[in-house]
């Protein structure tokens, strides 16, 4: 494996976070009966209920796909135990898709383990790379579960949903930077 492929690899690292927000925001745009007052984000992907669930659920297998492609790659090398819990997130987000919400309680699970598993990716990032960013990450996806739990907001369970993945896309998408520049200038 060459410095070339190497360093495309990392682009995996941004576009994986960057495939899911877009369709998230295609199939949000799209709906116009979402709310983020009382929707949960895998609404968008009930295949009787929402006419987007095939973009929404797509955008997140793409994802899934991606973000384990590039764990097993390149980031494996610069965060290996962290790269286990990114390929662990990724399939959850897989299985998220594919388990859609008509499947029920097993939607419930995956989904569960799909946002477990990003927390627990926060927390070894921080430990292995000592990420603030990873800290920042999982103390607002933290929060924000929290907070939707306390019900002190009249928000749908979109909003911790968005937080919590949006913030751990972050680290995740500025390792792949790192990796990408550091590529470039060795």
Known sequence: MGDLSERNYALFGILGPLSAVIFIIMAIVLSPWFSW???????????VQSDVASLFNFGLLLCGFLTIFYSITIFRNYAKYTSYFLVFVGLALQLVATFDEIYGDLHFLVSVLFFMGLGFASISYFIEKKSVLAVVAFVFGSVSWMLYGLELFEIGIAVPEAISAFAVASWIMLSALRLYSNKLTT
């Open 37 to 47: 007052e009382t929707n949960a984000l895998s609404d968008l992907g009930h295949p």
